[in-house]
């Protein structure tokens, strides 16, 4: 493989996209939302969690009754508000966060393709002295390298906004916990692969980088499943099931890469210039 070639391909990408709005604005906005404002707003919310009026919107209880045994000991001795910022901050936003490497690799895997050919650099890139499989793995690999960067650097300005918002209520550290672990350092990059598996595919095919982006955003719909399997108590997380889901997502985006490798064809893409 010639790794200079490769190095020199994602290191453009990744200055491309630092440097293109339409790619760099989602991937900060979609942080601010879930890393900042929403863990905060659920801190100030908690303080009212014994209010009647809130109490009557907010069924706290059979909130609480859904939850698996080992979540139900850990709130164990603690009082109304207590529980519904552990379990706001702990539980409900665990599916969130995984929008964060679903969003930044299909933005970033949306422009891999798509975007040179709106900036007319497509030509250049395919004459670079690369195989099709190396081409190919190196644009998966642009996109890999900032979701899983921005998703381990997110959960750490999670861990201290999470701890700080809920200081006043809890009096102490409780974030980050095991299952949070897992879900960021093995489900997270798996959701990264399944999502730029299918909008590499996806951008090498499409004729914008919005027609890529708009298609790509479809692998969105597994975290809106899971979203909302968490809020209706379908499908709770917790340290195995959190792992399960990571070798779900693991072996169909590795499969998307693998057939995506196997079918790709620079000729095919000049052919759509």
């Not at 994602?10 to 491309?16: A, G, P």
């Not at 975007?115 to 099709?132: H, I």
């Not at 340290?239 to 985006?253: K, Q, R």
Request: net charge positive.
């Amino acid at each position: 493989m010639n790794s200079r070639a490769t190095r020199a391909i994602i290191r453009k990408d990744l200055m491309v996209v630092l440097r293109t709005k339409s790619v760099a604005l989602p991937m900060l906005l979609v942080p601010l939302m879930v890393l900042i404002v929403l863990p905060i707003l659920l801190a100030i919310l908690a303080q009212y969690a014994s209010d009647p009026a809130l109490r009557a919107d907010v069924d706290i209880r059979m909130l609480l009754e859904n939850l698996p045994a080992p979540a139900r000991s850990a709130l164990a001795g603690l009082t109304v508000e207590q529980q519904f910022v552990y379990v706001s901050l702990v539980y409900i936003m665990a599916p969130l966060f995984l929008l964060i490497p679903c969003v930044v690799a299909v933005v970033v895997a949306a422009d891999s393709f798509a975007g040179e050919k709106e900036r007319r650099t497509l030509e250049a890139l395919l004459y670079t002295p690369l195989t099709d499989l190396h081409l190919f793995l190196a644009k998966v690999l642009s996109a890999c390298v900032p979701a899983i960067v921005l998703g381990v650097g997110s959960f750490l300005i999670y861990c201290v906004v999470a701890n700080a918002a809920a200081w006043p209520i809890m009096q102490r550290l409780f974030f980050p916990t095991t299952m949070w672990l897992v879900l960021v350092f093995w489900l997270a990059p798996a959701v990264a692969m399944l999502a730029l598996g299918t909008t590499v595919l996806v951008s090498a095919r499409a004729g914008t980088f919005q027609a890529a982006y708009q298609l790509g955003s479809l692998v969105v719909l597994p975290i809106v499943f899971l979203i909302v399997g968490q809020a209706k108590g379908l499908l709770f997380f917790q340290v195995w099931v959190v792992f399960l889901l990571g070798l779900a997502f693991w072996a169909v985006g590795g499969g998307l890469v693998y057939l995506g490798a196997r079918s790709f064809r620079r000729t095919i893409v000049a052919t759509r210039m």
